[in-house]
């Protein structure tokens, strides 16, 4: 893999055109083609495998957890959320898209980091944006002409739409209003349905009603019987929205996407319960949830001296997690930055990967999936340690 410079093209206009804004609160661009990675197919079969393998994992993580309650209470997933959790696995209720973040190690090595099964977003610059840049470099000739990109994943979703059908032939899809990205990413899902033969329409969180306590619906007071929401489940649970969403999920009075059992997949929780199912997996890195490590229950040594990294069980853009390195056995923790003060049991340890640089950067592979099959790669990088809120989208081409 290789960080090259990109090529001069308006693509802010292209933008523009697509009523997409990559512009973050702060002013700065979200969007970055002054450079590009170059990766061989190998390097995409690579990816594509991994993927492939770990999904695959994932649902033998999440057939276990569901019938141990000590592990879903692990995850900080409430006791009366359970048999949701549980009727919605059972019930084989199906998933739309997820995305593995990989880091690919100074050794070439290739290890997960996180999965994001929930509410990923940085959707439309993998699926579309991207592919229009790769097309326009091959027109420019800054690209070679069989130049090609990971990356099936606006056909795949629409597909997956098709094998969703739905309810009443509509589909309501939901974000929070004042979130640009979210609502971005679900305009961008809403035409994806609309291309698959479905009706669409879009609404805030606080625009959908709840009618006798326990039926949704729209602001034509009509009942939504599909509904794709872009709000996470742990939030969804602390809310009276949320109970309400959880009793008509049960009572079959509405479908949600992602569905109930993907709290298990979107928690950094299931980084230890993947560990603990497939132990020195090739492109899994040692993890342990925090409690464990401190009360001892995680093998001595157990991060292979290279450190270890905290992660808040729903932390995202890298809120609440801190590096801690040294070859200790044990040690002293830091207090993640954005927290007062550590609660073990909210926590997991990963053990420390050292991300290879390109110019001075350091890229995450975020390996889409859709349907649960591989469908593309999208590439953010950052020059800290962490990945966060300050990270760039740079595209990537297929190149030998």
């Known amino acids: 893999m290789e960080r090259r410079p990109g090529f001069a093209r308006d693509w802010q206009a292209s933008a523009a055109r697509a009523n997409f804004d990559f512009r973050r609160a702060d002013g700065s661009m979200w969007w970055d083609e002054s450079a590009y990675y170059a990766l061989t197919m190998a390097e995409v079969d690579e990816i594509e495998e991994a993927t492939g393998a770990i999904e695959q994992l994932v649902y033998q993580v999440v057939d276990d957890a569901v019938q141990q309650p000590p592990l879903l209470r692990a995850l900080q997933i409430p006791d009366w959320a359970h048999e949701l959790v549980r009727e919605s696995w059972r019930g084989q209720e199906r998933h739309l898209y997820g995305r593995m973040d990989f880091a690919r190690g100074k050794d070439g090595s290739l290890k997960l980091l996180e999965y994001n099964g929930d509410t990923p977003t940085a959707l439309f610059e993998a699926a579309v944006f991207q592919w229009e840049w790769l097309e326009a470099g091959k027109q420019a000739r800054a690209l070679p002409g069989d130049a090609d990109q990971f990356n099936s994943i606006h056909d795949r979703l629409i597909e997956a739409f098709r094998m969703l059908g739905s309810r009443d032939g509509r589909w309501t899809f939901s974000a929070i209003g004042t979130s640009n990205e979210d609502l971005g990413t679900v305009a961008y899902l809403a ?28 602001l034509q007071n009509r009942a939504i019987g599909d509904l794709f929401k872009l709000y996470p489940w742990e939030d969804l649970l602390r809310e009276d929205f949320g109970l309400a969403l959880l009793r008509a999920a049960q009572s079959r009075e509405i479908r949600v996407l992602e569905p109930a059992w993907k709290m298990i997949v979107s928690n950094k929780g299931l980084l230890p319960l993947l560990w603990r199912a497939a132990p020195n997996h090739p492109n899994l890195l040692p993890s342990y949830f925090a409690l464990d490590v401190e009360q001892g229950r995680a093998p001595a040594g157990w991060h292979g001296g290279r450190g270890v990294v905290t992660k808040a069980l729903w932390g995202r853009e890298g809120a609440g997690t801190s590096i801690w390195l040294g070859r200790d056995d044990r040690p002293v923790r830091t207090v993640p930055a954005d927290a007062e003060s550590f609660e073990p049991n909210w926590y997991v340890d990963q053990a420390y990967t050292e991300l290879a640089t390109y110019d001075g950067q350091r890229p995450v592979l975020g390996s889409w999936t859709v349907a649960g099959q591989p469908a593309g790669l999208g590439i953010r990088e950052d020059s800290g340690l962490v990945t966060g809120s300050t990270a760039r989208f740079v595209p990537h081409a297929i190149i030998g």
């Open 191 to 218: 035409d994806t349905a609309l291309q698959a033969g479905h009706e669409i329409q879009l609404l805030a969180i606080n625009q959908i009603g709840l009618a006798d306590g326990r039926v949704f619906v729209d």
